[in-house]
């Protein structure tokens, strides 16, 4: 193919220079009598036509080391395409620069790190947005956050388990709020129910745990109750997470559900012992 062709994206720019670079290894030699159009003319019957034509056949090729060349208009030019072709059949190019008095405003949501940036995909998202450099940046949606500008998802986190987030566009991990005591939440919880009480603690999403009361347990966690410690066992401790933790009493005695002390524990019939044990049997 002999010529090449940039599509700005915006319907007028005002174009005021080009540098261009021709390869540094061959095929210089291929660009002599080049021309180059500026214009808004895309279709394939008049794109060498309609559009603009600045240079008309230069007799002297690109330079044979590389090295850029510098094409100035005494007023800007304006267009959407910019081509550049040669009478050979096959264009060897190696860099495009065009340059314009105008600045594109960038994405919405998107910013460049520096001035005179010369790339639509300088544009960087936002701190609480994400999308790929010079594209549509979206807000960061409940339940995590983004840390200064910059694509994504290099620079995409989740908030941390055992904490949420409810609102959209968070920059931080300030913007992620811890659970209630005693629950957790998975990573990336985006609601205050998400948070569920931890085992050994019972109360609802979201809201206020309370530790499980002696003589009770729950293995698991969520808004469930405490479970009493069966027939026959007790336990002094608050918070216990399982049932091998409600101790069994001594030989020969036994004690109702929920018991909270070795006291608890009675002889049976036929036996005798202070409560608590040893019990005998009689």
Not at 80 to 91: E, I, W
Not at 123 to 147: F, M, R
Not at 192 to 211: E, H
């Amino acid at each position: 193919m002999n010529w090449w062709m940039v599509d700005l994206g915006l319907s007028l720019s005002d174009i005021s220079s080009l540098s261009i670079n021709g390869r540094s290894d061959c095929c210089t030699e291929k660009t002599a009598g080049y021309s180059i159009r500026i214009g808004n003319e895309f279709s394939v019957q008049d794109r060498f036509v309609t559009n603009a034509q600045v240079v008309q056949n230069e007799p002297s090729q690109l330079p044979a080391d590389g090295s850029p060349r510098s094409i100035t208009y005494p007023g800007p030019v304006q267009g959407r395409y910019v081509y550049f072709q040669v009478g050979f059949t096959n264009l060897h190019l190696c860099e495009v620069l065009v340059w314009s008095s105008q600045c594109a405003l960038c994405p919405l949501h998107s910013t460049t790190s520096a001035v005179r940036s010369a790339f639509k995909t300088d544009c960087q998202c936002d701190a609480g947005y994400t999308g790929a450099n010079g594209g549509l940046c979206t807000v960061c949606v409940a339940g995590t956050y983004k840390i200064g500008s910059g694509p994504s998802p290099a620079a995409y986190l989740q908030c941390p388990a055992g904490t949420y987030s409810v609102n959209e566009g968070g920059t931080t991990l300030d913007s992620c709020t811890a659970c209630p005591d005693r629950s957790h939440s998975a990573v990336g919880s985006n609601e205050l129910n998400d948070c569920k009480c931890n085992a050994g603690s019972s109360g609802p999403d979201g809201g206020t745990c309370a530790l499980c009361l002696a003589g009770t347990y729950k293995p698991t966690p969520g808004p469930s109750a405490c479970e009493n410690c069966p027939a026959g066992t007790y336990s002094t401790v608050l918070g216990n997470t399982a049932l091998a933790h409600c101790d069994a009493c001594t030989g020969n005695s036994n004690a109702p559900a929920g018991s909270t002390d070795a006291a608890d524990c009675t002889c049976n019939a036929g036996s005798i012992g202070p409560n608590g044990g040893p019990c005998i049997f009689m």
